[in-house]
Each structure stands twice: as C-alpha cells, then as structure tokens.
C-alpha cells in the first residue's frame, strides 16, 4: 500500500484528531473517503479553497449571459452549447446531465 505524507498546520490537525476521535476513528480512517471522493472522476464536485473566485466569476457570467439573452438568444444559446461540449470534454458534466 502507497503512503501519502502531507504537511498541515497544527490547529488543523487537532481538528482533525478531534472529530476521529468523536467518530471513533483514525485520522487516516477519516480522511480516506475524502480521498477517494477526490480522485474519482465520475464523482461530483469536490471543495476547494477557489470556491469564493468560482462563485464571483459565475455571477459575473450569469449577468453577461442575461444581457446577451436580451440582445441575441441566438449567440447565448450557440455559446451555451460550447460551454456544454468543453465541460464534457474535461469529465466536469455528467453526459446525462442537462442544463
């Protein structure tokens, strides 16, 4: 089995050892799924720390979209298909999933 060394501060850690502890696991016991959610690529998606820039740049495409949508259904509909296609190219839309 692979070992996986990472450096966290040590308020994170005692958080960490906190919760096991609460839960009545180890650390690595409870990290482990998370991991496994990470590296998955048909799961969904996984927090990061850009959460704050993604949601302040969705925003700012939604208010671009909606003013497009007034002025040319026609492009924001041919520019929403390519957004479609690039986000199954890169595995980040479910080919089931429709929007």
Known sequence: M??????IDDELHGRLAR?????GVTITELIRPM???AADPRSGYVYTTQDEILSGVVQTLAII????REHSPELLEKGMAEARQMLLDRGLLDPEQRI
Request: net charge positive; glycine share 0%.
């Open 2 to 7: 692979a070992h996986l060394s990472i450096r």
């Open 35 to 37: 991991l496994e959610q």
């Open 65 to 68: 979209a909606a003013s497009v």
């Open 19 to 23: 919760r096991a502890r609460i839960v």
